[in-house]
Each structure stands twice: as C-alpha cells, then as structure tokens.
C-alpha cells in the first residue's frame, strides 16, 4: 500500500497537466470575478450584492451556479489521472501483488483527495486575490461558518471525484468518460429527476442527490443543513469508493 502511494503521489506531484489545470483555473476565476464586477447591478430587491458578500457567501453563489468549473475540473483531472496509467499498461507491474488491486483504487481515491482540497485551496486564493482586486472586499465572514462550508463542499467534491472515477473504471476510454463527467457535473441527471418528482409526488428526495447537493446554498448555522450535508458527502463517498474497489476486484485487466 506505502508503495502505491509513493507511485502515485510521484505521479500526481509530476503531473503537468495538473499544474496546467491550476493555473488555467486560477486565471478564469480571477476574470470571472473582474466580469462579474462590470456587470454588476442592484436589483432593487434588498439581496445583497456580490462585491459585498464574503468569502462564504461568494462560494455558495458561485458553486450554486450551473456549470460548476471546479466540478468540470474535477471530472477531467480524475479521468486524465486514472486512464494515463491504465492505458500506459503500468499497473501491470505491480497488479499480482496480494491486494494491489484494492489498494491501488484506495490509492487513487485518495490522490482525488488531495486534488480536491488543492482545488478548494487555489479557489480562495483566486477569490481572495479578484475580490481584493476588484471589489475592495476580503471579508471571509465568521470563522465557523466559513470552517464548515469549506469542509462540507471538499467531502462533496471528493465524492463526486469518486463518482467519475467509477464511472472512467467502467468506460475504460478517455473522451467518453470525460463526457460522462462533464454531464454528471452539469447536474443533467439531478435536474431531469427532480422534474419527474415535481410530477409525481410532494417529496423532496431529490435534494439528497450528490450535484443537487453540492449547487443547493445552505445555512451552515443550522444542524439539519450540516448534517444533510455531511450525509449525502460521506453516504456517496463511501459508496463508491465500495462499489470501485469491488470492480477493480473483479475486472478482467488485459
């Protein structure tokens, strides 16, 4: 497993796309913020403006909005990271190991980890930098507040990474699960289920979704908000992390 991990950490500190992804990011979100500024108008109907929110509120305004670039990120990065080693035929070298097929998926899962958090990290950081730039606003709003948003949203976007990786394990080609990923992140599949509920019944199971999650702005002050949170995070997460494990488990690798 510690040797897995070696490889794989070597592999994504060495990465250059990644680095090319970040960058690119960075860039994008700092215009976006410079776009929004010039666009900017009251609405007359008390909501605050943008270049008053603060980093907390600025994140759910932005995450809220369809497509999400992060998630869009995600999805390439995790297909790119786990189909560059399976189409380079490495993982033969160490796949008759005992285990190496579990630990290798546990491996990846959570190298999609640290992508995730590094995401969320260079997102406030080009926050930070387009909000001071051009809204003469740094305000991060209330610790705890700001603590459990950041937190809840890493353990959504890193389920949603387990999500893709799933999905690219059953795929096994590049472009296809990319698409995948960019349809699963534009909510395609939360947005058509929650019409057909609005149809059928009164519920709202729909909101327990994974994307529908992560786009819906909750009050992080109350205890249902975290706990529907952390729930939907943790349930999708550990699914398929079970569900990748046992596939790899059981794949014919040729």
Same mark, same amino acid.
């Given at each position: 497993?510690?040797?897995?991990?070696?490889?794989?950490?070597?592999?994504?500190?060495?990465?250059?796309?990644? &680095?090319?992804?970040?960058?690119?990011?960075?860039a994008?979100q700092?215009?976006?913020?410079?776009?929004?500024?010039? &666009?900017?108008?009251?609405?007359?109907?008390?909501?605050?403006?943008?270049?008053n929110?603060? =980093?907390?509120? @600025?994140?759910?305004?932005?995450?809220?909005?369809?497509?999400?670039?992060?998630?869009m990120?995600?999805a390439?990065?995790?297909?790119?990271?786990?189909m560059s080693?399976y189409?380079?035929?490495?993982?033969?070298? &160490?796949?008759?190991?005992?285990?190496?097929?579990?630990?290798?998926?546990?491996?990846?899962?959570?190298?999609?980890?640290?992508?995730?958090?590094?995401?969320?990290?260079?997102?406030?950081?080009?926050?930070?930098?387009?909000?001071?730039?051009?809204?003469?606003?740094?305000? @991060?709003?209330?610790?705890?507040? @700001?603590?459990?948003?950041?937190?809840?949203?890493i353990?959504?976007?890193?389920?949603?990474?387990?999500?893709?990786?799933?999905?690219?394990?059953?795929?096994?080609?590049?472009?296809?699960?990319?698409?995948?990923?960019?349809?699963?992140?534009?909510?395609?599949?939360?947005?058509a289920?929650?019409?057909?509920?609005?149809?059928i019944?009164?519920?709202?199971?729909?909101?327990?979704?994974?994307?529908?999650?992560?786009?819906?702005?909750?009050?992080?002050?109350?205890?249902?908000?975290?706990?529907?949170?952390?729930?939907?995070?943790?349930?999708?997460?550990?699914?398929?992390?079970?569900l990748?494990?046992k &596939?790899k488990?059981? =794949?014919?690798?040729?």
């Amino acid at each position: 497993m510690i040797n897995l991990l070696k490889m794989d950490l070597n592999r994504f500190f060495t990465n250059k796309i990644m &680095y090319v992804l970040l960058l690119v990011f960075i860039a994008c979100q700092v215009f976006g913020i410079f776009m929004l500024k010039q &666009y900017e108008q009251p609405d007359g109907q008390g909501e605050v403006l943008i270049s008053n929110m603060n =980093e907390s509120e @600025f994140i759910q305004m932005m995450l809220s909005q369809t497509p999400s670039w992060i998630l869009m990120y995600i999805a390439v990065f995790t297909v790119y990271f786990y189909m560059s080693e399976y189409n380079a035929g490495f993982y033969k070298n &160490y796949i008759s190991i005992k285990n190496a097929r579990r630990n290798s998926v546990i491996s990846k899962i959570l190298m999609l980890g640290i992508f995730t958090l590094l995401m969320f990290f260079i997102m406030i950081i080009a926050d930070l930098i387009g909000r001071s730039l051009f809204f003469q606003n740094a305000a @991060f709003g209330g610790f705890g507040y @700001f603590a459990r948003l950041v937190a809840g949203q890493i353990l959504l976007h890193w389920a949603f990474s387990v999500v893709v990786l799933c999905a690219a394990m059953l795929i096994k080609n590049a472009i296809p699960s990319i698409v995948t990923g960019i349809i699963l992140g534009l909510n395609v599949i939360g947005i058509a289920a929650g019409a057909l509920e609005s149809l059928i019944s009164d519920t709202n199971l729909t909101s327990y979704l994974l994307v529908n999650t992560i786009v819906s702005i909750k009050d992080f002050n109350h205890t249902a908000d975290v706990i529907h949170v952390a729930g939907v995070a943790i349930i999708f997460l550990v699914l398929f992390s079970i569900l990748a494990v046992k &596939y790899k488990m059981k =794949e014919d690798l040729k």
